[in-house]
């Protein structure tokens, strides 16, 4: 699975238990440690664990991947899980409105997403 297909199926799955506002950014010219980016806001942090529940099983049962590092997940504010070529940022509103990756990584290209349930990522003041 290429880095990209890989921001795609997480992406999906994010979307499945109804993360929001999900973008995926290809940063392998940016950064030495990964090739794509997927950042999703979980509405609290019952939610940001049920997605990484659901990234994680169906990833390691149906892809045979499991993630080389999980971060944040007692507190579930920011979750991190770092798939090597791909790594997925769940935050809480505050917590990604605090943070801003979307814009600390604005400058790298977008991956395209084709999402069952969300509309289009509203962009953020002063992305773009």
């Known amino acids: 699975m290429t880095p990209h297909e890989l921001a795609q199926r997480i992406?999906?799955?994010?979307?499945?238990?109804?993360a929001s506002d999900i973008v995926a950014?290809?940063?392998?010219?940016?950064?030495?440690?990964?090739?794509?980016l997927?950042?999703?806001t979980a509405r609290n942090e019952r939610l940001a664990?049920?997605?990484h529940d659901e990234v994680q099983v169906r990833l390691k049962r149906?892809?045979?991947?499991?993630?080389?590092r999980v971060e944040?997940?007692?507190?579930a504010r920011w979750v991190l899980l770092d798939y090597l070529?791909?790594?997925?940022?769940?935050?809480?509103?505050?917590?990604?409105?605090?943070?801003?990756?979307?814009?600390?990584?604005g400058e790298a290209p977008r991956i395209?997403?084709?999402?069952?349930?969300a509309a289009p990522p509203a962009r953020a003041a002063g992305d773009g």
């Open 49 to 51: 664990k049920a997605v």
């Open 38 to 40: 997927v950042i999703c």
């Open 11 to 18: 992406a999906a799955l994010a979307d499945s238990k109804q």
């Open 72 to 75: 944040g997940l007692p507190e």
């Open 112 to 117: 395209e997403l084709e999402l069952e349930g």
């Open 85 to 105: 070529d791909c790594i997925l940022h769940v935050f809480v509103p505050e917590t990604r409105r605090l943070y801003r990756l979307d814009q600390l990584w």
């Open 62 to 68: 149906e892809d045979e991947l499991l993630p080389r």
């Open 25 to 36: 950014l290809d940063v392998g010219e940016i950064l030495g440690y990964t090739d794509a």
